[in-house]
């Protein structure tokens, strides 16, 4: 199993433009959720996923967007990204029954 | 309002001693919890939990600690080694909504060999 995958591992934009993070797993998760973690402030929910078709709001969701099509993959769209979203995003997913995270990578986004 | 707090942004501990981070939490209503390790450039990790029914759970060096009273919950790592260094973060939750995690914001730990 690959685990948590995510891409791409670091990515710059301007502001105004738009991009997906691209999230999967191969583990066949159930739940899947979306962070981001910015200096002293440790991991914050944007949005999640119990299965394929349900998404619903985290913490802070504003200026994001996702869907789930399938069980495997979680993908996360900014529509106009702005300074404010320059973070460090980690996607997790979690195997029904249990209340253990596992996280990917992460992405490292710059929003100039 | 941080329902979930680590006051600590740092701990150095020398190789072989005894590691305590601790984290405070608000909301009682927590009844899950755990704790992950983050290296540099890779994702958090699992490293425990521990349910509001116990107050202590232990993995090889690895003990958790949980005093619902005062809303406190603690890691002991006993041998410190210094492929511990690394940000340790606690979460919290309610058992069977794994999607709603709450963090804190991470203890540096560095262990001095």
């Known amino acids: 199993n690959a685990g948590v995958t995510q891409t791409p591992k670091f990515q710059v934009l301007k502001t105004g433009q738009s991009m997906t993070l691209q999230c999967a797993q191969d583990?066949?998760?159930?739940?899947m959720s979306w962070y981001r973690q910015d200096p002293g402030m440790g991991l914050r929910l944007i949005h999640y996923s119990v299965g394929a078709g349900i998404t619903d709001q985290g913490e802070v969701p504003n200026g994001y967007n996702v869907s789930r099509s399938t069980t495997e993959d979680f993908p996360l769209r900014l529509l106009s990204a702005a300074p404010s979203q320059t973070s460090v995003y980690f996607c997790?997913?979690?195997?029904?029954?249990?209340?253990?995270?596992?996280f990917g990578p992460g992405t490292r986004l710059t929003v100039l | 309002d941080q329902q979930v707090k680590q006051n600590s942004p740092s701990l150095s501990v020398q190789e072989g001693r005894i590691s305590i981070l601790n984290c405070d939490y608000t909301n009682s209503m927590f009844d899950y919890f755990l704790w992950y390790k983050k290296y540099p450039a890779e994702g958090p990790t699992f490293l425990i939990s521990?349910?509001?029914?116990?107050d202590k759970n232990e993995d090889g060096r690895f003990t958790v600690f949980l005093n619902k009273s005062a809303k406190h919950l603690s890691l002991h790592i006993v041998p410190s080694q210094p492929g511990d260094s690394a940000v340790y973060f606690c979460a919290a939750g309610f058992s069977g909504s794994a999607r709603q995690l709450t963090f804190g914001s991470g203890t540096q730990l560095t262990v001095l060999p």
């Open positions: 583990m066949n998760h159930e739940y």
């Open positions: 521990i349910s509001s029914i116990k």
């Open positions: 997790a997913s979690t195997p029904s029954g249990t209340d253990t995270q596992y």
